[in-house]
């Protein structure tokens, strides 16, 4: 077991660490071991901005985002420990240097909508809170904060500790204190027998018994190339369970089926009943009121099963109200959610049995023929996010910011990438190319701009006349040839999986805003496109003959940052972070190379070292809106 321990904690600092000159021990009480970590923080690099001055750290993880308020560096560190381990005292010690200031330092962008019209409206620039600059009191008042967490990680049920050390700023004193030689003493007592021992299936089939049939092959297959795995309908669970709803009966036998059978993925296999408000397998909606959508769908809630507090069942709904993952800045109502994921989940959002044919098919001819011929080739889509019609500055293209992350780490892996970018002359001017890139094989797509439940697009480089490019549509999805060359697609955007849509919403869409405020006037509900028969993400999936093999999107409102900012945190950084890790050697190969749990890492790594949860409004969306359509235990590549 201490061997396990170690070889956990090295893993992760990759992820989170205090830099390269960290020293760490590991001594011995009578009721703990302590683990020591040390480390000598650099003086921080002060660069004038025009009217601002930034503070950069070379150990710094991450950084203070709150919306104009100081953007200031976090040195993080995460130490992860065996499920079922007992906390003792954790104790952080440093020292303080003192920089006198000649400039206010830079506040922190807005997080806007990805939506062009929301953004345009909310954009300032250089937002700026006089409450904090014009004040002698520390920013932010806590030199350090601890967090922790129960997840995954490489493969094994853990606990995360982070220890987040800030540099403190006086605005009205101008005078900023950076830590130094920061020591971090952990107490812990790991369990004498693992807390998780079952080790009969590793996957879960949750489907409707109208899709036996065709998941029955699917159980086959997997089995057959040495993934134990099992099937259970609703109709079987429900009955067994005393949840407050659906959702949570599925909730609660995904629990027993972690610890009776050990399974490490979960797939639902079902979305809408038609073109009903119905479900085959329901979904959680969460009520995270943004003040543009009060709720949206999440699949996060599936994986979340555990929270620190002795590895008890996680409800995501800590107030017990009875209203899950509640964040309500008018009643000041928050659920305090764990959100770290215990089990890959991922959904084939089918709704009729033809659509269960196909996407079966094409797992099982993908895990079986898939070959780097054309697996190591590699498209990423994308333009200027936030141009200047849209709030922005010239010469900074968000999306192709966080592509070019992408492009850099699938290049180091071998991969041979097709830059789509506006800003490359004739790289793409519509739907045909982006079509004709995928319809050669790829192993990934990555598309990041702006995009709705029916289609996706982004704006050409320092665009003032608000000119808006489409790239795909849910009606060019019949016009992909890939078959059998199936990529896994990122669809950066708003509401671009957006799993709940259905034709019904025409109904009652008209019932709610009537027929002038669903066609003819504001909010003009009917341009929403939520009365599509399947998002965007969802038909790629769905696609017979061409498509692809699992996608992820935004079930509600994407959000990014404006300008140099745009891969600090939100979306253009979660993004790329999956590519990141797909080629992140000091993962195991189970994280590295399976869907479900490469998905989990970045929203684990997210949670880790961009932002808690429970603190940011819209960082909790960024995560709990993310969702995996496809098979969670989908070898990368093939088998």
Request: hydrophobic share 35%.
């Amino acid at each position: 077991m201490k061997k396990t321990i170690t070889l956990l904690i090295v893993g992760l600092l990759f992820i989170s660490g205090l830099g390269a000159a960290t020293f760490t021990k590991t001594t011995t009480t009578d009721q703990f071991q302590i683990e020591t970590t040390s480390a000598s923080i650099s003086e921080p690099v002060i660069t004038e901005k025009e009217e601002f001055i930034s503070i950069e750290l070379e150990q710094a993880t991450s950084y203070l985002m709150d919306t104009g308020k100081p953007m200031l560096p976090i040195i993080g560190k995460t130490f992860v420990y065996p499920a079922g381990t007992t906390l003792g005292d954790i104790n952080v010690d440093f020292e303080k240097e003192t920089f006198e200031l000649e400039k206010k330092i830079t506040p922190a962008p807005q997080k806007l909508p990805l939506n062009a019209d929301l953004a345009e409206q909310m954009y300032v620039e250089n937002p700026f809170d006089a409450t904090v600059y014009d004040s002698s009191n520390l920013y932010p008042s806590e030199s350090y904060d601890i967090n922790t967490g129960a997840g995954r990680y490489n493969g094994e049920h853990v606990i995360f500790v982070t220890v987040n050390t800030y540099a403190q700023y006086s605005p009205s004193e101008d005078l900023l204190y950076v830590p130094s030689d920061i020591t971090i003493d952990v107490s812990f007592d790991t369990p004498a027998s693992p807390l998780f021992t079952a080790d009969e299936y590793d996957l879960l089939i949750i489907t409707d018994e109208q899709f036996t049939g065709d998941m029955q092959r699917l159980v086959d297959h997997k089995n057959s190339i040495g993934i134990k795995t099992v099937m259970e309908t609703v109709q079987e669970i429900y009955p067994a369970y005393n949840g407050r709803d659906n959702p949570e009966d599925i909730k609660l036998r995904i629990k027993d089926a972690i610890e009776e059978w050990g399974i490490k993925y979960v797939l639902l296999a079902g979305g809408r009943k038609g073109q009903t408000h119905d479900w085959y397998i329901p979904s959680r909606t969460v009520h995270n009121d943004d003040g543009w959508e009060a709720g949206y769908e999440s699949d996060l809630y599936y994986s979340d099963i555990y929270k620190t507090d002795d590895y008890v069942f996680e409800d995501w709904d800590s107030n017990g109200n009875g209203i899950f993952a509640e964040w309500s800045a008018l009643s000041s109502r928050m659920d305090v959610i764990d959100y770290y994921p215990d089990v890959s989940v991922g959904r084939l959002p089918i709704r009729y049995t033809s659509e269960a044919g196909v996407v079966v098919d094409k797992i099982i001819d993908y895990e079986t023929n898939a070959d780097d011929s054309w697996f190591k080739n590699g498209v990423v889509v994308s333009g200027d996010t936030f141009p200047p019609s849209r709030g922005g500055s010239p010469g900074w293209y968000e999306g192709e910011m966080g592509t070019g992350h992408t492009v850099e780490a699938l290049e180091s892996n071998g991969f041979n990438m097709e830059k789509l970018w506006l800003s490359i002359p004739g790289a793409w001017t519509g739907p045909e190319d982006v079509i004709n890139a995928i319809s050669a094989g790829a192993g990934f797509v990555h598309f990041a701009g702006h995009s709705n439940p029916a289609s996706w697009g982004n704006h050409p480089p320092d665009d003032t006349e608000h000119v808006f490019i489409d790239g795909i549509r849910i009606w060019d999805m019949n016009k992909l040839t890939n078959t059998g060359e199936y990529p896994i697609v990122m669809l950066g955007g708003c509401h671009s999986a957006q799993f709940n849509v259905t034709m019904a919403n025409i109904l009652s869409g008209i019932m709610e805003y009537g027929l002038g405020g669903y066609f003819f006037k504001d909010p003009f509900r009917f341009f929403y496109y939520e009365w599509v028969p399947h998002d965007l993400s969802s038909w790629f999936v769905i696609q017979k003959g061409g498509g692809a093999i699992g996608s992820m999107g935004n079930t509600g409102l994407g959000y990014g940052y404006v300008n140099e900012h745009a891969d600090m945190g939100l979306g253009g950084w979660l993004d790329p972070r999956f590519f990141e890790n797909h080629v992140n050697e000091s993962l195991d190969d189970e994280v590295r190379n399976y869907l479900g749990p490469l998905h989990d890492s970045s929203l684990s790594d997210y949670i880790t070292i961009i932002g808690n949860a429970n603190k940011d409004q819209i960082d909790r969306k960024t995560i709990e809106e993310h969702v995996l359509l496809g098979d969670p235990s989908l070898r990368i590549g093939g088998v």
